[in-house]
Nanobody, 123 residues
Framework: QLQAFGGGLVQTGGSLRLSCAAS????????MGWLRQAPGKEREFVAG????????CYADSVKGRFTISRDNAKNTVYLQMNSLKPEDTAGYYC??????????????????WGQGTQVTVSS
């Protein structure tokens, strides 16, 4: 089970840190991802991290502004979001997948999902 939190309302240029807590003993064996979906838009990959934390990938739209990390001892994955823009407004979801390319949206279609957390960036 995954639970994301940390969203909120922030002004353009502000920062937020999202957390996703996982239950269960197998968290450290799963590749994790953050995805987002805005109203009327398709789900979009944001960032992915390998089970070991050794490999990370980002969508071009967030490179240099967002940082994904994980702490396997705490069963938690994070998304540090800086320099937020209005176009970052969306529901943000964490997801886990056992195999496959964790840098692609559709890899997570068959994975485990948590409840989303809303991020709203005002202009």
């Amino acid at each position: 089970q995954l639970q994301a939190f940390g969203g909120g309302l922030v002004q353009t240029g502000g920062s937020l840190r999202l957390s996703c807590a996982a239950s269960g003993r197998l968290f450290s064996s799963y590749n994790m991802g953050w995805l987002r979906q805005a109203p009327g838009k398709e789900r979009e990959f944001v960032a992915g991290i390998k089970w070991s934390g050794a490999n990370i990938c980002y969508a071009d739209s967030v490179k240099g502004r967002f940082t994904i990390s994980r702490d396997n001892a705490k069963n938690t994955v994070y998304l540090q979001m800086n320099s937020l823009k209005p176009e970052d407004t969306a529901g943000y979801y964490c997801a886990a997948v056992g195999s496959g390319n964790y840098c692609r949206t559709h890899t997570f279609d068959t994975g485990y999902w948590g409840q989303g957390t809303q991020v709203t960036v005002s202009s």
